[in-house]
């Protein structure tokens, strides 16, 4: 007999359908599976040998032929066991039921026939939306991030006895939908505040501007004096999420194995912080399998990098970073796969002035040679610079800083309330064609951020004495047109152009 199975399964973080065609027929007992199974798909015989013994049913006698369609595309997700043992199932006619042609079916089965969860489950429910289907059948560890896609039932199954009494309208299961009414605050209040910062108004200022137009960040400074602490709560001053972003970012954490957090819907915006070792692939994704995995810059979309100790890392690591800044996507191609990641995010970058961190100090010594700073500094391209918006001097505290313990500062919220604000004027302006200033193009550039006569002359002459480049002028417009929004202002006026001027000149001063 003939049966037909709906499954879905995923490609970078874009879910697909796969249609588990089952033929079995009398003959000599002889198994076949087709379509490109991968390793982990191949292995799925003999779990599903074990998980139908378990629940109390047999295995098919006879010739089993397994096609798993398209067969054009190499599989190797575990989500197939659970429609490959049901369809098997209704091949021997063990079971029938009309809802194999409504409901699409993912899950790893255990060998006791417990339904285990499966990476890409959010994707897949999406995938099973835009199919058509009634709904999808995921395991019940699954439910409560694929219950957030809206317009599809989804099915939690703990075992695969109650996955074939639903499959067979012996037992109705209801849908679970995720409750997101509260999620979104809980995840705004865990936040950090930025009033445990001490001191350092100036770049908590940098801060704000760099959270108001999505520009990246570069914080440099003595071993100690708040550079990580502070990039921490940068992303508790962001704008809150949408709903479009949360799931995005969502699908992205839902297929990279290890690193998924906890709950339904990730709303709270991603902070990565990646050791210094991290490998190019670590930071770009892909990786030696044939289901390529988002690395770092994909796992940071819609929130802040933070690269520690900016020149340990490796240089063809921090090279990758030139794309994704760029068109906020990355692209990977290898020889079985070519997938595109979304990666737009914030850079935000600390180092050393110097090896031993003291060349900046005013209270320690440096001991480094002149050719040991070279050394250490040459080991940032200037093309990476250039695409650092801000750049800022992070000095160390004096005592009476470090011992007040006073609230220093406006609290995350007070300042979140005005990036917010910034935001709104800059989505109004661009006609939702942008999200922040950050992202306009040298063409919107010129449109949104035209200075006054003043101020553009006040440009020509620091272009003139500093010689930045034409991307470098660019950015030195969006980073005035942001400090214009801060303001409510829609002139970009000459204490603006001044402003963003000076957040250029640090790495003319060290380099």
Known sequence: MLARV??????????YPVTVDIDNHPGTNRFYMVGLPEMPVRESKERVFSALRSSGFHYPRGVTVINLAPADIRKESTALDLPIALGMLAASEQIAGPRFAEYAIAGELALDGAIRPVAGALSMAIAARDLGLRGILVPEANAEEAGVVPDVEVIPAPTLTEAVAFMTGAQDIAPHRTDLSDVFDEARAAAPDLTEVKGQAHVKRALTVAAAGGHNLLMIGPPGTGKTMMASRLPGILPDMTFDEALE??????????VREKGSLIVRRPFRAPHHTATTV?????GAGQQPVPGEVSLAHNGVLF??????????????LRQPLEEGFVHIRRAMYSVTFPSRFMLVVAMNPCPCGCRTDPRRECRCTLGEIQRYMSRLSGPLLDRIDLHVDVPALAFDELADNRPSGPASADVRAQVQAARDRQRARHNGRFACNAELDSKATRTYCEPSPSA?????NAIDRLGFSARAYDKVLRVARTLADLDHDDTIAEHHVAEAIQYRTLDRELF
């Open 6 to 15: 709906h499954s879905c399964a995923v490609l970078g973080i874009d879910g």
């Open 249 to 258: 970012t969502t699908r992205i954490y839902s297929v990279a194995s290890g």
């Open 282 to 286: 670590a930071i770009c994704g892909g």
């Open 307 to 320: 690269l520690d100790e900016l020149p340990e890392f490796n240089r063809s690591a921090l090279e990758v």
């Open 456 to 460: 553009k002359g006040l440009l020509e």
